[in-house]
T-cell receptor, first 116, second 116 residues
Framework: AQSVAQPEDQVNVAEGNPLTVKCTYS??????LFWYVQYPNRGLQFLLK??????LVKGSYGFEAEFNKSQTSFHLKKPSALVSDSALYFC??????????????FGKGTKLSVIP | NAGVMQNPRHLVRRRGQEARLRCSPM?????VYWYRQLPEEGLKFMVY????????ESGMPKERFSAEFPKEGPSILRIQQVVRGDSAAYFC??????????????FGEGSRLTVL
C-alpha cells in the first residue's frame, strides 16, 4: 500500500524568508509525486509533479520540489515566501501500475502561515 | 474553459435522508474521481469513473454509497440514509484521456455535506 507523511501540521515562516514543507512517501516501485495547495473553502490546485527525469521540479507560483529517492522524500520549497502563500499544502503519491494506480494518496496536509 | 463544477456547494441533511452530489468535469475530460475530506484530514480516494463505467471503487464504503457517470450529464455521488459520520467535504476531480497515471487532477471546489 502507498502512503504519504507530512510530518509538520503547521509551518510558520517570515515573509521574504525561504520556506520548506516536508513530505516523505512509501510506495512499491517508482513513485509519481504531486503537490497541491488548498485555500480556505476551495478545491485543490495543482502546483507541480515529479514523474521522471530531473530530481528538481519547478512549478507554479515560484515553488519547486526535490525528489530524493534514497530518502523517499519530495520536499516543497520556495526561495522567498509571500503572505499570499499562506494556505494548506498537500503532498500526494501515485504508483505507475498495479492495484491502486488510479488513486492519488494524499498526506494530511501542512498549514503554511507566512508572517508579514 | 470552465473548471470542474460541483453542486451543491453546501448541503444539509438530517439523519436517514439521501444526499446527491453532482459533478461536471472539465470540457474534454473523460475521467472523474471522487474524494472525501474529513475535518483535519487529507483527501481519501473513493471512486474513479469513466463514462458509463466504474473503474475503481475500492475506496467507497460498501453500503449506502454509490456513484455513476452516465453517458449524458454529470457524475453523481449518492449517499443513502446519511449518518453524522458522513459529514465531510466531497471533492470531484477530472483528468483528460491518456493521463490517468502521470497527469495531475483538476479539482472542483467541493460539496460540503452536513448531517444533523
Amino acid at each position: 500500500a502507498q502512503s504519504v507523511a507530512q510530518p509538520e501540521d503547521q509551518v510558520n515562516v517570515a515573509e521574504g524568508n525561504p520556506l520548506t514543507v516536508k513530505c516523505t512517501y512509501s510506495v512499491s516501485g517508482n513513485p509519481y509525486l504531486f503537490w497541491y495547495v488548498q485555500y480556505p473553502n476551495r478545491g485543490l490546485q495543482f502546483l507541480l509533479k515529479y514523474i521522471t527525469g530531473d530530481n528538481l521540479v519547478k512549478g507554479s507560483y515560484g515553488f519547486e520540489a526535490e525528489f530524493n529517492k534514497s530518502q523517499t522524500s519530495f520536499h516543497l520549497k520556495k526561495p522567498s515566501a509571500l503572505v499570499s502563500d499562506s494556505a494548506l499544502y498537500f503532498c500526494a503519491v501515485r504508483t505507475p501500475s498495479g492495484a491502486g494506480s488510479y488513486q492519488l494518496t494524499f498526506g494530511k496536509g501542512t498549514k503554511l502561515s507566512v508572517i508579514p | 474553459n470552465a473548471g470542474v463544477m460541483q453542486n451543491p456547494r453546501h448541503l444539509v441533511r438530517r439523519r436517514g435522508q439521501e444526499a446527491r452530489l453532482r459533478c461536471s468535469p472539465m470540457k474534454g475530460h473523460s475521467h472523474v474521481y471522487w474524494y472525501r475530506q474529513l475535518p483535519e484530514e487529507g483527501l481519501k480516494f473513493m471512486v474513479y469513473l469513466q463514462k458509463e463505467n466504474i473503474i475503481d471503487e475500492s475506496g467507497m464504503p460498501k453500503e449506502r454509497f454509490s456513484a455513476e457517470f452516465p453517458k449524458e450529464g454529470p457524475s453523481i455521488l449518492r449517499i443513502q440514509q446519511v449518518v453524522r459520520g458522513d459529514s465531510a467535504a466531497y471533492f470531484c476531480a477530472s483528468s483528460p484521456p491518456g493521463t490517468v497515471n502521470t497527469g495531475e487532477l483538476f479539482f472542483g471546489e467541493g460539496s460540503r455535506l452536513t448531517v444533523l
